[in-house]
């Protein structure tokens, strides 16, 4: 049974916490009150003496959308206050009784242990609460707003064609799965979902075993998100790859310094492109040659988020041992860094040697205190990072370094903005290969 105040003189009526409109009270409405100056007051003093709504006062306390279901409601100013029925569920087969249970657990999800696995993953607070006012079903999709008669539009704002619900947002909106497409891309493997149990029982199962998984999905949730947000509030859209390094970002923010388990957790192998780093993130890839004759190349590149050139450098001399020329190729960015990449969000290192990347992994996370221990001396300079990353690519996806470590074997050399013109052809025309698709989708 469901009952509600019919509004007289309306001294009876307290405009918060009693259901006089609608089906609820306005204290159980995540909407836009100002809920400080109302508190304590009463529907007699919005009206005023002839029986008609105060408009500047309702103006003062309540959003557009909400005075006009206000002056909708019907005034009775000679007569009492009251209540009236408004619906009882007799009537209902037992099978119509479940089925709206069950709509109703499926839009509350406090029944999933949701908040628990939720909180232990210590995202940001911004996406934790987020995610906390998604399991309290109080966030404004455009179904929430029909369905409480603050709008007559029920669609995704992007065209999607299809109710905006909170399985639409968390699951099914076409933008969301374009962002986890460009995760895929980039190598680190989001998966798609198909229906909000499953995908709320996986995120509770993956939170156990890998918390990066689901604080990355649960970051671009929240990001793509925003964006709708400002779509709908008539900004423009951001490009779906800043939005996927936005959330990629936070998502791993709160980590230590070096991320010895990305290439587990999160990123995997560079298997058919170079990929850029995440926004405000620097990538320098590196390679070493060594000829029969003993004479050695190092190599390397530095690119941006938007795969646009930074520096390339080359380096030569005499060695006898690859593995360990690998190793210098890593060593030897030290040389090569400006100031002003200590102020990017992190750095990521990439080699195709996976032997070198494993041991320095491996290395640096057995021996953290033993600064003094080689080579862990040698990296000391990446302490001045907010974020250092090491990583393994494939051959096919590290074909600048390589050409990089080819030419120094004829010469050192190092190029930057400043002489981009006189970079060769060759090593030009391997850059744009790589960089261009990047420029042009950002």
Known sequence: MAVRWKVGKGDKINILNVT?????????????????????????????????????????AFHPSLISLITQVAIEYDGEDQMVLMKMCSGKTVSAMVYEQMWINKCNLEDVEYFSWVKKLKMSKNIEVFWWRLGKSAILTNMF????????????????????????????????????????????????FHSLDCCLEELRKMSAQNSGIVQVYCSIVYYSWKNRNDIKHGKSAMPCSIVTANALFYAVSKSGPFLFSWDTNLLRESQKTWYPPPKEWIKVNVDASLTSSNLAGIGGIFRDHKGQFISAFGKNGIHW?????????????????????????????????????????????????NVEKWPHKNLCFLNDFNKVVFLHAYRNCNNVANCCATMALESSFFFDSFSFDCIPSLLLGLIKEECDPFITCT
Request: charged letters at 20%.
């Open 321 to 369: 041992d690859i593995g360990n020329l690998e190793l210098q190729a890593v060593l030897t960015v030290k040389e090569f860094l400006k100031n002003w990449m200590l102020e990017c969000k992190g750095l990521i290192i990439e080699s195709d040697n996976i032997n070198i990347i494993k041991f320095i992994q491996n290395f640096l996370k057995e021996n953290k205190e």
């Open 20 to 60: 006089w409109m609608l089906d609820r009270c306005i204290n159980r409405w995540p909407t836009f009150v100002d809920c400080n100056f109302l508190d304590g007051k009463n529907v007699q003093q919005l009206i005023l003496s002839n029986g008609m709504w105060n408009c500047e006062l309702l103006q003062r």
């Open 145 to 192: 707003l029909m369905n409480h008669k603050i709008s007559d539009n029920s669609l995704c704002p992007r065209g999607c064609q299809a109710n905006e619900t909170y399985e639409h947002i968390m699951v099914q909106c076409n933008y969301l799965i374009e962002i986890i497409m460009k995760l895929q891309e980039w190598g680190i493997f989001i998966p798609i």
